[in-house]
């Protein structure tokens, strides 16, 4: 049920606009308040008059009407949700570069709620590498994308790319609007990316964490309402979603110094960080110079975080662990588990095509401390995050 959410409903110029009346009338039907913007090519698709007409309120197109101004603003200031669907091409663009061209993009910029787009364009456009990489900064930017549907398309053509249907949509919305508050007034600190060891000024000891897992996951929190801070080693700055407060970090032992100021405040903490498990025992402080055949370098061990943090744990925290692991892979996982007395660890292998490192993907298996282990299939890391999310708050809040 919907009843009392305030949603704008943005529309953009596409033959799947007409899907749009439907959806606005499925919204209202389910308790929701909408309110309509359209760019000014949609309002060649549908007219504005039967959205208003469905809404029983007017709706909004143009950044002036009768002399004064439409105040996109307020507009966005008012809604719990803001929904684009159809989202073409162009407008993605537009919302990925900060364009305001038009009032649904002046709203798009406006709007404090959260955004969720359902595109709609034709099946090469759709796999176009520039609107997958439109898609992915939005993404990052940390706003729900819903799924393109396969079928037939307006061109013809049969591939993904369809709007998703409004009874699809209008779950997603549901499902958005119950899960949301799950976590809200829970704080949740997230280690996240790689670490670096200087071994001199130019040169360090790191692995192929990309943060892309602890983003997800950072996402995933903000969606259901926590507050969330991630210490993360060096990654792109625009990895991690808005909502979430970042501290930098280069190496194992300023991760420690950070993660102890937020771990004792926090409800969960999350160790998805790839730990440099040792460092060279001392960083020279000019450029080795490549004189020698052979250059030795000796390592000291790394504080261990998740050990350190976890032996600190005051009741009611729950403590989240990580595996990355390439043989034997339950085992050791179970074993990481108990030494590091963590309630759950996520254990991902190098084995399995499409998880761990850098990839886009991730496939994971949980196992808590009281045995339980619960298997989540090779997914996108996002969806992997939200189904470990979803799961950490069954097992631990409800
Ligand atoms: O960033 P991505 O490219 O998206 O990749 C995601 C990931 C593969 C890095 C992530 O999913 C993951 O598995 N992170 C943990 C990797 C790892 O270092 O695992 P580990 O088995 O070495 O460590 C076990 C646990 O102890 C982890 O929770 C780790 O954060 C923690 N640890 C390890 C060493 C250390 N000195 N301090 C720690 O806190």
Known sequence: MLQGKKVILGITGSIAAYKSAILARMLMQEGAEVRVVMTPSSVEFITPLTLSTLTDHPVYYQMQENQSWTNHVSLGLWADLMLIAPCTATTLSKMANGMSDNLLLAVFLSARCPVMISPAMDVDMWHHKSVQRNI????????????VGTGKLASGLTG???????????????QFFSRSQDLKNRKILITSGPTREAIDPVRCISNRSSGKMGAALAKACLERGA?????????????????ASVRWVEDAREMLGECKKYA???????????????????????????????????LVKNPDISTEIASQKQSGQVMIGFALETENEMHHAKQKLHTKKLDCIVLNSLR???????????QVSLISADGEVVE?????????ARDIVSYFISKFIQ
């Open 136 to 147: 992915a900064t939005l993404q990052r930017d940390g706003h729900i994308l819903l799924p």
């Open 160 to 174: 993904e790319g369809r709007m998703a249907e409004p009874a699809d949509i209008v779950a997603a919305v549901d």
């Open 227 to 243: 507050e969330v801070t991630v210490v993360s080693g060096p990654v792109p700055k625009d990895i991690y979603p808005a909502g």
């Open 264 to 298: 004792s405040s926090s409800n969960w903490v999350i160790f998805a960080a790839a730990v440099a498990d040792y460092r060279p025992i001392e960083s020279v402080k000019s450029k080795i110079k490549k004189t020698e055949n052979e250059l030795q370098l000796t």
């Open 352 to 362: 399995n095509d499409g998880a761990g490192f850098e990839t886009e993907t991730n």
């Open 376 to 384: 989540i299939a090779l997914k996108s890391k996002e969806e992997v």
